[in-house]
Each structure stands twice: as structure tokens, then as C-alpha cells.
């Protein structure tokens, strides 16, 4: 794959998060023309195995396409598999309009509900759950203490406003 | 709910009314959030309020209207909720470079993430954000 394209730090952690440092190997000596299975194991040095496990990854992520061909003599099926360097920009602002829902229901929670949280427990309840246990926590009896959420509403709107909202 | 514990203190005071400060105060939250919820109670018509000065203090003082003698919410006070709307804009022109998916160095957590998303309580979602704090 074209080094310039995994230049870019998003796209770089975008395919490190779905298909780790061996995948990025892989990816490496991708060319843009068709390639086996095989040949890629030969240029990258990694066993077949794991080389067919991130190309069936892209494949499913739609980022890899294959055609296979049938020996005439042995019947054995060869795979060409092909990089979709074109589908990368639809795929990345799919995650891009997945992130964005994601915030938008995660302001909603946050700022439709009054948080209380333990010192002693890395537990956080809502008012109605607070209430519910009269304001202590349930694992060690201590009062539970008012959470200013503010800085996080003012986070998540500031990260959304990026996009163009707020 | 906060909102109905909000309410009911309200109503309790029905002649007088409450003052916004109050009622924070008792039930032990912050003026913000108190201010968050009173807002939602007056948009849905169940409370209206009016501005009062005490000393050099500026605060509402806020009257339980929500029913009237049939026990019906007054419908002619309700005003539409305040809804934040995103604009829609197409996101590819916004974002050449995806940044948007990093803060800071760390790509957001949702990225090809398989777990059943529960944005709400998600820790790994939470600690990305705190990013920003």
C-alpha cells in the first residue's frame, strides 16, 4: 500500500486498531496491482496463516477485493487479492459519523442526569441509583460525594464542534 | 428522577414559591444542574419563574403552575423542550484529515470496536474523553 496513505496518523492507527503490527506489515508490501496470498508471505516474511487472517480482515471491512482462478491441471484455486485504496476515505468518515452518534448520545446521559460518586470506589451512580442506596456506596458505606460533570458536557461538546455542531 | 424531587419541592411551596437557590441548596447539587433542570420543568410548562434580588444575589423565584383545578397539565404554558440539533453537514469536507477521530495522539476507542456499545457507560469511551479535560 502507498506509504504516503499510511502517513496520515489516523489512517495509520485506523488499520493498526483493526489489523495490529503484523497486519501493518502486510499492508506495507501491498501493491496497488493484484497479489497472492503467497507472494505476500515471501515479501513480508510472516507465516501464511497470518497473512490470509488480515487479508480476510480488510476483505470484510471492504477494504480488499479477491478473484480466484482454477488450475486446469491440478484444480488447485489461486487467490488474487486486490487493495481498495478508493473505499478507505468511505470507510474512515463511516467511523467518523459512527463517532459522532456516540457523542451525541454520551452529551445526552451526561447532561440529562446528576452523577454521585464514591472517593474509596471507582463506582458512579446516578441520582435515582444514589437515592436508591441513600446516598452511600454500596461496597464500603461511605458517603457518596456530588459529581461536577460540567468539564466533560464541555468536553464532549467541544470535541462535537469540530464537526461543525454546537 | 432529580426532575420529579426538583418539582416536588416546588409544588410544595405553591402560594409563596421557592427561590432557584434554595433549591439547590437543600437537595445538595449545583447551580447549574439545578438551572439545567428548572429550565426543562419551565419549557414542559409545569413551573414558571420570575427574577429576584436579594442583597446583591440575583436568583429566580420559581411557582408550581403545572395543574390546574381538573388535575390537567395546563396545556397553553407548554413550549417545546430546548433540543440541541446538530447541523448536518457533510463530514468528508470537514474533516481531510479525520482528526477528528484522535484527541491528542489516541485514536477514540469506538474505532473498530466489536463490544456492544453502551456509550453511556463505556470506561474506554469515558477515559478518552478525559483526554480533553
Known amino acids: 500500500m502507498d506509504r504516503e496513505v499510511l502517513e496520515n496518523p489516523v489512517v495509520y492507527k485506523y488499520f493498526k486498531s483493526l489489523i495490529g503490527d503484523d497486519g501493518l506489515k502486510v499492508l506495507e508490501v501491498i501493491p496497488d496491482s493484484e497479489i497472492t496470498d503467497e507472494r505476500i508471505t515471501e515479501l513480508v516474511g510472516l ?12 476483505y470484510e471491512s471492504r477494504l480488499m477485493k479477491y ?22 476515505d468511505r470507510v474512515i468518515n463511516d467511523e467518523i459519523e459512527k463517532l459522532k452518534k456516540i457523542l451525541e448520545q454520551k452529551l445526552e446521559f451526561e447532561d440529562s442526569n446528576v452523577f454521585y460518586s464514591c472517593k474509596y470506589h471507582s463506582v458512579r451512580f446516578v441520582f435515582d441509583d444514589a437515592a436508591q442506596f441513600g446516598f452511600k456506596c454500596p461496597y464500603c458505606e461511605e458517603s457518596l460525594d456530588y459529581e461536577d460533570n460540567s468539564l466533560v458536557i464541555d468536553a464532549i461538546k467541544r470535541k462535537l464542534s469540530e464537526l461543525g455542531s454546537f | 428522577m432529580l426532575e420529579n424531587t426538583i418539582l416536588e419541592l416546588i409544588a410544595s411551596e405553591e402560594k409563596e414559591g421557592i427561590r432557584q437557590s434554595d433549591i439547590w441548596k437543600q437537595i445538595g447539587i449545583d447551580s447549574r444542574t439545578c438551572s439545567r433542570v428548572v429550565t426543562r420543568l419551565e419549557n414542559k410548562g409545569l413551573v414558571i419563574r420570575e ?20 388535575g390537567e397539565v395546563k396545556v397553553e404554558q407548554i413550549e417545546p423542550p430546548e433540543k440541541v440539533e446538530l447541523e448536518e453537514k457533510s463530514v468528508s469536507k470537514l474533516t481531510d484529515d479525520y482528526s477528528f477521530l484522535l484527541i491528542e495522539d489516541t485514536l477514540a476507542p469506538c474505532v473498530n470496536c466489536n463490544e456492544m ?8 469511551l469515558a477515559e478518552w474523553i478525559n483526554l480533553l479535560l
Open chain 2, 51 to 70: 427574577w429576584e434580588t436579594i442583597g446583591n444575589t440575583r436568583t429566580y423565584r420559581i411557582w408550581y403552575v403545572g395543574k390546574d383545578g381538573n
Open chain 1, 47 to 58: 507465516d501464511l496463516n497470518t497473512v490470509r487472517r488480515t487479508l480476510y480482515i480488510l
Open chain 2, 117 to 124: 456499545c453502551e456509550p453511556e457507560t463505556c470506561i474506554k
Open chain 1, 67 to 88: 478473484r480466484r482462478e482454477k488450475s486446469e491441471n491440478s484444480g488447485w484455486l489461486t487467490y488474487y487479492w486486490q487493495i481498495k485504496v478508493d473505499e478507505l
